[in-house]
């Protein structure tokens, strides 16, 4: 699930106006051992896509599904250390009749397609796990998003490297504490031009900044923490998480600004078939 969302309705310079993408994707995948030290794996995902906004005006949500698939390789650099590479295809939506923009005068009201695009993204990353006894997983990843072949978000970013760092620390033989950290550079571009998405709305260059506004990525700071506990259940798994992106801010030209800050928490559950749990397991020892 990815998305970006902001709404502005109560500054009266915005008419209103909001913004939201959201995607949710569908994913199946496959993995092959080639080697004792070398693992290959990919899958393909179907997005369900709905737009809404991000044009001063007159606009309403807009549907449409679209494709991407990734491929990646493992490799152990030894017995402690695996080595990662993945690509990610760029996924294309096409929004119909998703803008309409009020002209003054008499001119014509303009009825617009919206092209997105979530970018082509590149991973590398490193982990390893024989500190401590054994018990201290270390890993670093090393993310690429290549924006400036995403349609519509060309317009308004940069392409964004990511890197991001996590620690696992097994407390005991059913506990893992985890810690992340990640920085991520400020994505927006200093100069923009005239169209987004393939629409030219009024206001020329201000009415990108003011896109740029509504999805501003520039808070370059995260964290995270969580637990793990195996077994909570016979051969289910319980994980729980909680993050946080530090509050930005950012002057988008002299008409435009934006001040971003999230937090977040999660949980999951993971059952495991055809095996003792781990109680069972120590118990067969």
Same mark, same amino acid.
């Given at each position: ?28 995948? $496959? ?5 004792? @030290?070398? *693992?290959? =794996?990919?899958?393909?995902? &179907? #997005?369900?896509? /709905?737009?809404? +906004? ?6 309403? $949500? ?5 494709? @991407?698939? *990734?491929? =990646?390789?493992?490799?152990? &650099? #030894?017995?402690? /250390?695996?080595? +990662? ?12 009749d998703a803008v309409r923009l009020e002209l003054p005068g008499p ?7 919206v092209d997105v695009d979530l970018p082509r993204n590149f991973g ?162």
């Amino acid at each position: 699930m990815s998305d970006a969302a902001s709404v502005c309705p109560d500054e009266p310079a915005s008419n209103g106006t909001s913004a939201l993408l959201s995607a949710l994707e569908i994913s199946a995948g $496959a993995g092959v051992e080639l080697t004792e @030290r070398l *693992s290959a =794996g990919a899958n393909i995902m &179907l #997005g369900n896509a /709905t737009f809404d +906004g991000p044009f001063v005006g007159l606009t309403a $949500a807009a549907y449409d599904y679209a494709l @991407r698939g *990734s491929i =990646g390789v493992s490799y152990q &650099l #030894g017995c402690n /250390t695996t080595l +990662g590479f993945y690509y990610q295809t760029r996924q294309r939506f096409n929004f119909d009749d998703a803008v309409r923009l009020e002209l003054p005068g008499p001119l014509p009201t303009i009825i617009e397609d919206v092209d997105v695009d979530l970018p082509r993204n590149f991973g590398w990353g490193i982990a390893h796990d024989s500190l401590m006894g054994g018990r201290l997983l270390l890993a670093v990843d090393l993310l690429y998003k290549q924006w400036s072949e995403a349609t519509l978000f060309e317009a308004i970013y940069e392409d964004q490297f990511v890197v991001q760092v996590g620690a696992q620390y097994q407390w005991s033989d059913r506990v893992r504490l985890r810690l992340g950290y990640a920085f991520a550079e400020d994505a927006m571009r200093s100069n923009v031009g005239v169209t987004a998405g393939g629409v030219t709305p009024p206001g020329s260059a201000a009415a990108i900044e003011y896109i740029q506004a509504q999805f501003a990525a520039i808070n370059e700071h995260r964290i995270s923490a969580g637990v793990g506990i195996k077994d909570i259940l016979p051969n289910v798994d319980l994980d729980i998480m909680a993050g946080g992106m530090f509050e930005a801010s950012e002057d988008f030209g002299p008409f435009s600004s934006a001040s971003v800050e999230s937090y977040w928490i999660g949980t999951g559950f993971t059952w495991r078939f055809g095996g003792p749990c781990c109680n069972q397991e120590a118990e067969l020892e």
